[in-house]
């Protein structure tokens, strides 16, 4: 699992949880994320996700959603409101995998 925090705010309770099954799902387009970013989102350890690179993780899903490459089904849609939402209150994310 993958657990996202308002950076700064570790100690607060976190702001979405990737499971490891959503993990799964979106693994392609994680992969696609770190090739133009260089950013690997590490179910195992600490990733720092500016507005930007929320944008792009959004429209890069939803790319491969309208692609059939992923279904929808609440939790990524859940994701994806999270990552939209994030980006536009303009913040800074911690993911911490464990």
Sequence with gaps: MIHFYKKGYLKEKSLFVVSD???SEIENVLTLFEEKTGIFLDP????LLIPQNLTLLFKLIEQANSKSQIE???DLN???SFLNNS???NLTIEAIGD
């Design 21 to 23: 099954s959503l993990y």
């Design 44 to 47: 195992y350890g600490k990733t």
């Design 72 to 74: 929808k089904n609440n």
């Design 78 to 80: 859940n994701f994806l």
């Design 87 to 89: 980006s536009e209150a």
